[in-house]
């Protein structure tokens, strides 16, 4: 028997996997394969291509991160968003976010920002499985919002667009490379007549670990050279050496209680920089101009050269709640600003004086405060080193008896003699006073709250500041008892927070402890309890102990 001709029917054209299965028959194990292996149809196609999205975002990312180590960490989309939102974010929510997180919020915010882009890189990838272009101008847009960011920031430049345009394009075209290697080729038609099998497992498990290579290499490139960076700026400051002051500190008096400066690690940081400057100070220049008869600009060797003094002073931050962290005590270098100033001879009228930061924040403090006598530097030392980075390096001002906000301004490089009529610092446009002098408080250190204690003399001790004003008593009162007066501890000046102790004698039960102080103009702490918004909480600091 003559065998049966073949047939030269080329079988069904071959679709796309979105189209559905070829017309004719096709065995069960190809069309399963196809679907399995490839993720070719309906759910499993989108969650696919929803996994390239977010590989193809994180590829974007490391790539601008790498270029940002080049042009600078201002332009990385994360941080440039970021700072945006720091921007637009209400004052109560900001408020919240320091009380409720602390020194915690910058990560988290960052997490935050990053798990929205996974997310919507996610959609961007899903979407350009069933519509290519939309799905990379998705892509491309999330690009475009990090680059408005970035160019939008006080102090930006036109190179910190670059990063998120670098990011962008590099995301849209791995995007792309990878939903084509999803969609996959067709194989040679079987013998058997079923038609092509798309075979893209084939293609991705090529394709998916080229990109994973690439995305490591250039992470690891980004995280190499932003160490080099970062060593390279530790160097620079290790490399100061700072002048013995004119003015030294007097030693702290006899009688003063262990901890009463606040080591560097310990001080507390609330500042709106979700990367730290690291400024050279072989670079850096500090711009004196606005309302002045001669501008000057100063080198930082020039700063060093001038008469130095050192002097122990207290900051405390406004968003300090009553009993609150953001205070500390630490003994400072710096230059005195009152004679810079007058050097530069003001102008009549000016009643402001606004600093700038490396990252573009501004702080304004009435030029009569920083002209009434107070010990207002250019700080560029901090117990006994130059200033830690998280603390201005190379130069902050620093104004005792001033909120942080309107008198002590990080990573200085600018100081504009104006007016308030002409220009609102940062904070205060978005409602803070402009005028900021800190408030009479007093905190309760030990007991803490909630503690347990062996009946008997017990010693309640905590700390009282009212800086530029002093503090001339502390006062305890145990529930509903009567004030009883504290030990105030020796105080090096009235800049300085006092150390108190009270000797209570603890009976078994649970009790509230309450401490109130009164600063040497007569003003008494008041009761009322209010939010640090607008110009400093306020309040009795109360703990509830058990005496057991």
């Known amino acids: 028997m003559r065998p049966r001709p073949r047939s030269t029917d080329p079988g069904p054209s071959p679709r796309s996997d979105d189209q ?75 408020e919240f976010a320091v009380r409720t997180f602390g020194t915690a919020d910058k990560p988290l915010l960052l997490g935050g920002i990053g798990a929205l882009l996974v997310l919507l890189a996610a959609t961007a990838g899903a979407l350009a499985r069933r519509h290519p272009p939309a799905g990379l101008l998705g892509a491309v847009g999330l690009g475009a919002v990090a680059a408005v960011a970035a160019l939008t920031r006080p102090d930006a430049r036109p190179v910190d667009v670059l990063p998120a345009l670098a990011g962008a394009l590099v995301a849209a075209t791995v995007l792309s490379f990878l939903l084509r290697a999803q969609r996959g080729k067709s194989s040679p038609a079987p013998d058997d007549g079923s038609g092509p099998v798309p075979v893209p497992r084939r293609t991705l498990l090529r394709d998916v670990p080229l990109v994973l290579g690439g995305i490591l290499l250039v992470g690891s490139g980004a995280a190499a050279l932003r160490r080099l960076t970062a060593r390279d700026a530790a160097r620079s400051r290790e490399a100061v050496r700072l002048p013995a002051p ?14 009463f400066h606040t080591r560097n690690a310990d001080f507390y940081r609330v500042d709106t920089a979700l990367t730290v400057p690291r400024l050279d100070p072989r670079e850096w220049r500090l711009r004196l101009h606005g309302m002045v008869d001669r501008p000057v600009e100063l080198r930082f060797d020039e700063l060093l050269g001038r008469d130095l003094v050192e002097r122990d002073i207290t900051l405390s931050c406004v968003s300090n709640e009553v009993g609150g962290p953001y205070v500390g005590t630490a003994r400072w270098l710096g230059a005195p600003l009152a004679p810079l100033l007058r050097a530069a001879g003001i102008r009549p009228g000016a009643d402001q004086l606004v600093a700038r930061s490396a990252e573009g924040m501004t702080i304004g403090t009435p030029l009569e405060t920083v002209l009434d006598g107070r010990d207002v530097l250019l700080a560029v030392g901090m117990n006994g080193e130059p200033l830690p980075f998280t603390h ?100 090096p000046s009235t800049d300085t927070w006092v150390q108190w102790r009270y000797r209570w004698a603890a009976r078994p039960g649970q009790h509230n402890l309450r401490v109130r102080a009164t600063d040497r103009t007569g003003a008494t702490q008041p009761e009322e309890r209010r939010p640090p918004f607008p110009d400093g909480a306020t309040g009795w600091h109360t703990i509830r102990v058990t005496v057991g």
């Open 20 to 94: 559905g299965p070829p017309a004719g028959p096709r065995p069960v194990a190809a069309t399963a394969g196809a679907g399995v292996l490839a993720g070719s149809t309906g759910a499993k196609a989108l969650a696919g291509a929803a996994g390239l999205g977010v590989l193809a975002g994180v590829a974007g990312v490391v790539v601008a991160e790498l270029v940002a180590t080049v042009t600078g960490p201002r332009g990385a989309p994360l941080v440039a968003v970021g700072a945006a939102v720091i921007d637009a974010t209400p004052t109560p929510v900001k």
């Open 246 to 259: 004119a003015s030294p500190a007097s030693p702290l008096p006899a009688g003063v209680g262990p901890d």
């Open 392 to 491: 201005g390096f190379p130069v902050r001002m620093l104004t005792p008896g001033v909120f942080g906000y309107a008198g002590s301004c990080k990573w200085l490089v600018e100081l504009e003699v104006s007016t308030f009529a002409a220009f609102d610092a940062y904070w205060v446009r978005r409602g803070w006073a402009r005028q900021a002098p800190v408030r009479t408080a007093s905190r309760i250190d030990r007991p803490t709250p909630f503690a347990r204690l062996d009946a008997g003399p017990v010693t309640v001790a905590g700390v009282a500041w009212a800086q530029h004003r002093g503090i001339a008593a502390v006062e305890v009162a145990v529930d509903d008892g009567p004030w009883r007066p504290a030990t105030l501890l020796p105080a």
